[in-house]
């Protein structure tokens, strides 16, 4: 799994591609907690490069959301696909959390 | 069908059971929607072997992934001689999973999303055999 992360505005842009599952979750939790340490606290994840999505990486976006949230931040997402799509919608997350189709529209809420 | 693949129920086994599935998913001619179907619920079978089945001071803890293919159909079939656990049951829900779906960010409890990925994505059925948990995972190609 790899980070790029972009400053736009007050929010900053983590685009995550690769693999969120057993063995990378914790990574990205800690992406998450590193981000808000550094005073970033608005959070657009971008998913258009991510291939696959397990209930671990469910876990830790819930994890970072609700550590976000407790620091009067928050998470959203943008660029769903396939598997990762289907796992928000399967799973509830897509009413949990705010899910935009672009990384714009993702913005324009954070 | 080839020989069961025997790997001890630790995290660092997932790629290979995960890599042998997705090879026998290929081969039964599954579209990649399916494929990633057959990876995602095996790695949640998985995972609850390998975090539940086992005292974790266990050190003899097996895990036994039998891939059987047919045209347009894959069943994977998932031993391991753990306590019994039966995922498809509504006794392994320690949490209500239909309440939790529609549950906010500060209520959403993190647990029980592994059990309906397998549930939602495959046709799924267990059996307790002699001292092992047998799970049936079907795949066919229209799902």
Not at chain 1, 74 to 86: R, T
Request: charged share 25%; glycine share 8%; aromatic share 4%.
């Amino acid at each position: 799994m790899e980070f790029q992360k972009a400053k736009e505005g007050a929010a900053l842009v983590l685009a995550v591609t690769g693999r969120l599952d057993t063995l990378t979750a914790p990574q990205f939790e800690a992406e998450c907690a590193a981000c808000a340490d550094a005073g970033d606290t608005r959070i657009v994840v971008d998913l258009s490069g991510l291939e696959y999505i397990s209930s671990a990486g469910l876990r830790s976006i819930l994890g970072a959301a609700k550590k976000l949230k407790s620091l009067g931040g928050g998470i959203s997402f943008c660029g769903l696909s396939g598997i990762v799509a289907e796992v928000f919608t399967v799973s509830g997350f897509v009413k949990l959390l705010p899910v935009f189709p672009t990384r714009q529209e993702a913005l324009a809420k954070a | 069908m080839s020989a069961p693949l025997r790997l001890p129920a630790r995290e660092e086994s997932l790629p290979e059971l995960q890599r042998l599935a997705v090879e026998a998913a290929e081969q039964a001619g599954l579209n990649e929607a399916t494929r990633q179907h057959v990876e995602l619920v095996l790695e949640e079978t998985l995972v609850n072997i390998i975090r539940h089945a086992y005292p974790a001071d266990a050190t003899d803890r097996p895990v036994e992934l039998a891939c059987h293919t047919s045209p347009g159909e894959l069943t994977l079939v998932v031993a391991d001689h753990g306590r019994p656990f039966d995922p498809m049951s509504e006794d392994a829900d320690t949490i209500d999973l239909a309440a939790n779906l529609d549950a906010d960010l500060d209520s959403r409890a993190p647990g029980g999303l592994g059990l309906i990925l397998i549930r939602g994505m495959s046709r799924a059925s267990y059996e307790r055999r002699d001292d092992a948990n047998v799970l049936t995972l079907r795949f066919p190609a229209g799902d």
